[in-house]
């Protein structure tokens, strides 16, 4: 069964980075991409960018340029979102999410990034 | 930027009600629109995609319909798991709704 299991919760400072990995079994890592998607505290869902795991290909959301960057491992079929220059309203659920053409149909249960001084 | 608008923002129904949920595109996606379900402390879920296909294992009571700039989500009659919120996205450069809660009535 396909499942991506994310790595645990992380605390930082103001102006750290923070990478969270995103593990994939179950299924041919390389034939999908990986999405990024974030939840602020009591707030909706926001796409922060997709990676092809088949070429390393990415797609950025505009607002995160810059400061994020997303790679993959495929000897080890993980996925990772490192993020620069956090801020408080960095603070969030981040959630890794396989997608086929565009569409995210199996996600990682979620890693709480929480940025505060 | 497409801005995708969701109402109502809340809907109180009881269960074995059917529930409509609207969502709204500022420009065209033609049919490249999601559906997903989120419960609280879990990751979403997906329903709909293509704007009307049921994704793996999604009931048939869940529906979607629409193209362009409108598109809805029914949900037949409703059963207690299916009290949540639902977001749309659309997947031509991937925006969401801010959400509708479907609450119990």
């Known amino acids: 069964q396909v499942q991506l299991v994310q790595s645990g919760a992380e605390v930082k400072k103001p102006g750290a980075s923070v990478k969270v990995s995103c593990k994939a079994s179950?299924?041919?890592?390389?034939?999908?991409?990986i999405s990024w998607v974030r939840q602020a505290p009591g707030q909706g869902l926001e796409w922060m960018g997709w990676?092809?795991?088949?070429?390393?290909?990415?797609n950025y959301a505009q607002k995160l340029q810059g400061r994020v960057t997303m790679t993959t491992d495929t000897s080890t079929s993980t996925a990772y979102m490192e993020l620069r220059s956090l801020r408080s309203d960095d603070t969030a659920v981040y959630y890794c999410?396989?997608?086929?053409?565009?569409?995210?149909?199996?996600w990682g249960q979620g890693t709480l990034v929480t940025v505060s001084s | 930027e497409i801005v995708m608008t969701q109402s109502p923002a809340t809907l109180s129904v009881s269960p074995g009600e059917r529930a409509t949920l609207s969502c709204r595109a500022s420009?065209?996606?033609?049919?490249?629109l999601a559906w997903y379900q989120q419960k609280p402390g879990q990751a979403p879920r997906l329903l709909i995609y293509?704007?009307?296909t049921r994704a793996t294992g999604i009931p048939a009571r869940f529906s979607g319909s629409g193209s362009g700039t409108e598109f809805t989500l029914t949900i037949s009659s409703l059963q207690s798991e299916d009290f949540a919120v639902y977001y749309c996205?659309?997947?031509?450069?991937?925006?969401f709704g801010q959400g509708t809660k479907v609450e119990i009535k």
């Open positions: 999410a396989r997608t086929a053409t565009m569409i995210s149909d199996y």
């Open positions: 179950g299924y041919t890592f390389t034939s999908y991409g």
């Open positions: 990676i092809s795991a088949y070429n390393g290909n990415t």
């Open positions: 420009q065209s996606v033609s049919s490249n």
């Open positions: 293509g704007a009307s």
């Open positions: 996205q659309q997947y031509n450069t991937w925006t």
